[in-house]
């Protein structure tokens, strides 16, 4: 059986590696490993040309991590700790999310794919938890996943996926959906209330989470996408 073909959005940065030191198209490999474990094809998309251009040629979809979504596609002023907003890449994946939800696409969310998702169906975003929550938990240091108990809706499709009431989980984000997009259902919290999942309803597979599964062993997320694009 061919494997899926599973897109998976990726930074443009500054990075060193052997001997070079250029701007780069990167993606931590943990991305790409998990999709090989779960039986699809990772195909990293840079956000470059007309990716949305891709989406028929795609089986699922996975918006990746990253820096922080332009405020301005939300209407709102920019907070002083919003940072490392890279328009193009929001260009790119904002043209990419849409059209993988109007082709039915399976979908995957994680960490500020969840917010472009939430912006891109007409939400609004917190842009810096600390000043609602009281609290630097969900991203405790620079470079260093924080580790956080989140509650998965009873009933939700990611309550079915997880199979546990409390799942402790690796976050690293200062930011988070505010109110919904047109939709989107809030399917996981933390205890402080932060939203830290939604699922799109009248989609065959849209879920997206506020942390970081690509940094834990088990690939439930990551499974389920894939077995979603054969059913």
Not at 135 to 142: D, I, K
């Amino acid at each position: 059986m061919s494997r899926p073909v599973i897109g998976i959005t990726c930074y443009v940065e500054p990075a060193k590696f052997t001997v070079w030191e250029m701007t780069t198209a990167l993606l931590p490999y943990d991305y790409v490993d998990h999709v090989v474990r779960a039986g699809g094809q990772p195909v990293i998309l840079p956000p470059a040309g007309d990716p949305a251009a891709l989406a028929g040629r795609l089986d699922g979809l996975i918006l990746a991590g990253g820096g922080d979504v332009d405020p301005a596609r939300y209407g709102a002023a920019p907070h002083e700790r919003t940072g490392h907003v890279r328009g193009f890449r929001d260009d790119a994946e904002f043209g990419l999310v849409r059209a993988a939800l109007e082709r039915g696409i399976p979908f995957l969310g994680v960490c500020r794919g969840l917010q472009v998702l939430n912006v891109a169906l007409g939400g609004t975003l917190r842009q810096h938890l600390p000043d609602v929550v009281g609290h630097s938990g969900h991203a405790p240091a620079p470079g260093g996943f924080g580790r956080m108990p989140v509650r998965p809706v009873p009933g939700s499709r990611l309550a079915k996926i997880l199979g546990v009431e409390t799942a402790d989980v690796a976050h690293y984000h200062h930011q988070a959906a505010d109110r919904l997009g047109a939709g989107l259902t809030a399917t996981a919290h933390a205890d402080d209330g932060t939203v830290e999942a939604v699922e799109l309803e009248d989609h065959p597979f849209a879920v997206a989470v506020q942390w970081h599964p690509e940094a834990d062993d088990e690939s439930l997320l990551f499974e389920e996408l894939v077995r979603q694009t054969r059913s």
